[in-house]
Nanobody, 115 residues
Framework: QVQLVESGGGLVQPGGSLRLSCVAS????????MGWYRQVPGKERELVAD???????DYADIVTGRFTISSDNAKNAVYLQMNSPEPKDPAVYYC?????????WGQGIQVTVSS
């Protein structure tokens, strides 16, 4: 059983910063990619950013330059530094990990942007 647990969400002011964390536990072989997705009601889940085990990162255009993804392979952890959040960023953010045994998701964490 593999579990991904997100933390660090909540309320952030426009122009502020927030850091999301995700730690995986269980019978993990090795994630070859971990990432963050987000979803708002009525829309499909979308990729925010992902990072390979080798450290190669990709970002959605809408967050490029504002968000930074990082990981700690030894801890099976992935992080999302959210700088200068905007009114378009509120959503439930989901952690994702892909390994040879499957594709795993966290339970999701709410991020709200409001002054």
């Amino acid at each position: 059983q593999v579990q991904l647990v997100e933390s660090g969400g909540g309320l952030v002011q426009p122009g502020g910063s927030l850091r999301l964390s995700c730690v995986a536990s269980g019978n993990i072989f090795s994630f070859y990619v971990m990432g963050w997705y987000r979803q708002v009601p009525g829309k499909e889940r979308e990729l925010v950013a992902d990072i390979t085990s080798g450290g190669s990162a990709d970002y959605a255009d809408i967050v490029t330059g504002r968000f930074t993804i990082s990981s700690d392979n030894a801890k099976n952890a992935v992080y999302l530094q959210m700088n200068s959040p905007e009114p378009k960023d509120p959503a439930v953010y989901y952690c994702n990990g892909q390994e040879i045994g499957g594709d795993y998701w966290g339970q999701g964490i709410q991020v709200t942007v409001s002054s």
